[in-house]
C-alpha cells in the first residue's frame, strides 16, 4: 500500500467516525483524527475544548497524552 492510499483510508477512517453533523468548522481534520479513537462523549469534551481554547492540534495532541499518563498512573498505584 502507497503512502497515498494510507492517507486516503486515514481520511475515510476519520470521516466515518465523524459525521457532517459532529465536525467542527474551526477545527482541522487532524484535531479530529487526534480524538477519532475516543468514544463519542470523551470526543465531544475533548473537541469542545481545543475548540473553546483555540488549541493548536499540538496542544490536543500533549493535552490527551497528559491525561492518559494520568489515567494509566492512578491504575497501577492502589486506591487509599
Do not use: C
Not at 494510507?6 to 459525521?19: D, G, Q, V
Request: glycine content about 2%; cysteine-free.
Amino acid at each position: 500500500m502507497t503512502e497515498g492510499e494510507k492517507t486516503l483510508r486515514n481520511y475515510a477512517w476519520i470521516a466515518r467516525r465523524f459525521p457532517v453533523s459532529r465536525r467542527r468548522d474551526t477545527l482541522t481534520l487532524q484535531h479530529h483524527a487526534e480524538v477519532a479513537a475516543l468514544s463519542d462523549h470523551e470526543q465531544e469534551r475533548w473537541l469542545d475544548r481545543a475548540e473553546q481554547e483555540q488549541w493548536p492540534v499540538l496542544r490536543l495532541r500533549t493535552s490527551l497524552r497528559a491525561q492518559a499518563t494520568v489515567q494509566a498512573s492512578q491504575r497501577r498505584s492502589p486506591s487509599s
